[in-house]
């Protein structure tokens, strides 16, 4: 298959789970049961603008684009035999390795998104990136991505860097990367969301990181934040200006 086909299945399957599972979820509970808010929301007297809604829609969708187009030209150079720690014989490493594997990629792209967040809220760089998803104080589906694409590359690379670092089946990988994708919409949401997910805190602890802006910076874990002490501390004052180290 060539460059173009790689790319134009992963735009599609990216589009149709932004734009058709998250325009789902956002008629079923932002448009339909807007007024039971307080049965679902996690910050129902907060809403964003039809202006920021849009913002997010279009902002949102032209980085799952540009992020499709990365992750199709990734999967086109893996194809290809273009060098990388990706294989696909599933007992190369033996069947062992391949939870292993997943584990191990799963907690290194959770400690780079959250070395790599903590850095963006470094007061310069938070003020001229990341500012830009943090105008979002009340979260929806959309704002998942509705970043700066600088922000988003950063996102983007270290997602990828573990295929070059770390042994890994392909279905390990992509099992990975559809897994980060759905954390980060169920933590964008902004809906309660009761069940369970291994080692996911739960959606208001992301949540909370929009409220009160400098704390709560990990992805898929808490385990970063516990580590070094950036969980939101009831007792401590926190808004945009106020850092708390």
Same mark, same amino acid.
């Given at each position: 298959m060539p460059w173009i086909g790689y790319v134009a299945i992963s735009v599609a399957v990216s589009l149709v789970t932004f734009y058709g599972l998250g325009g789902l979820v956002h008629w079923r509970f932002y448009l339909r049961r807007r007024a039971e808010a307080s049965d679902w929301k996690l910050q129902p007297d907060r809403w964003l603008g039809p202006a920021q809604t849009r913002q997010?829609? $279009?902002?949102?969708g032209a980085n799952i684009v540009m992020g499709a187009i990365i992750g199709g030209t990734l999967? $086109?150079?893996? =194809?290809r035999g273009g060098w990388s720690m990706i294989y696909l014989d599933a007992r190369q490493h033996g069947l $062992? +390795?391949?939870?292993?594997?997943?584990? &191990?990629?799963f907690f290194l792209v959770d400690a780079g998104l959250y070395y790599s967040h903590r850095l963006l809220h470094h007061r310069t760089i938070f003020r001229y990136i990341h500012r830009w998803h943090h105008r979002f104080v009340a979260p929806i589906v959309f704002t998942t991505t509705a970043v700066h694409p600088l922000e988003f590359l950063i996102f983007e690379a270290f997602?990828?860097?573990?295929?070059?670092i770390v042994p890994?089946? =392909?279905? &390990?990988?992509?099992?990975?990367? =559809? +897994?980060t994708y759905l954390i980060g919409m169920i933590d964008h949401c902004g809906i309660r969301v009761r069940w369970g997910l291994p080692f996911h805190a739960d959606n208001a602890f992301h949540d909370n990181h929009h409220v009160y802006f400098h704390c709560n910076y990990a992805h898929h874990t808490p385990l970063?934040?516990?580590?070094?002490?950036? &969980?939101?501390?009831?007792?401590?004052?926190?808004?945009e200006h106020t850092w708390n180290r």
């Open positions: 997010a829609i $279009w902002l949102g999967a $086109w150079h893996v =194809a $062992w +390795y391949l939870p292993v594997s997943f584990l &191990v990629t997602l990828i860097l573990p295929a070059f890994v089946h =392909a279905g &390990v990988y992509v099992l990975v990367v =559809a +897994y970063f934040d516990r580590l070094h002490g950036t &969980v939101h501390k009831p007792h401590l004052h926190y808004d």
